[in-house]
């Protein structure tokens, strides 16, 4: 089993900046892909950006150019820079590992939240 704590959430108003971070315990050899999800009121959950241990990363064209997700391998922790936000950014943003063996784990999620 894979455990995630999120950090990092919050309010900010519309231009500003966040910073989440993720971190893991647990079975953590076991880990490939990390990334971050989002789900908005009303909405599906999406991906908002994936890397995998060796640092190949995946954005969701919404983001693209304005967040940058970073990975530590030793310290077992991903890290979601977001900049020049937008209040369809709002959503609560939850972490996630996929395992070697295609399992998905999931952090409690962190309320984001962008004002105009």
């Known amino acids: 089993q894979v455990q995630l704590v999120e950090s990092g959430g919050g309010l900010v108003q519309a231009g500003g900046s966040l910073r989440l971070s993720c971190a893991a315990s647990?079975?953590?050899?076991?880990?490939?892909?990390m990334g971050w999800y989002r789900q908005a009121p009303g909405k599906q959950r999406e991906l908002v950006a994936s890397?995998?241990?060796?640092?190949?990363?995946n954005y969701a064209d919404p983001v693209k150019g304005r967040i940058t997700i970073s990975r530590d391998n030793e310290k077992n922790n991903v890290s979601l820079q977001m900049n020049s936000l937008k209040s369809e950014d709002t959503a609560v943003y939850y972490c996630?590992?996929?395992?070697?063996?295609?399992?998905?784990?999931w952090g409690q999620g962190t309320q984001v939240t962008v004002s105009s």
């Open positions: 647990g079975s953590t050899f076991s880990i490939n892909d």
């Open positions: 890397i995998s241990r060796g640092g190949r990363t």
């Open positions: 996630y590992v996929r395992t070697i063996w295609s399992k998905d784990h």
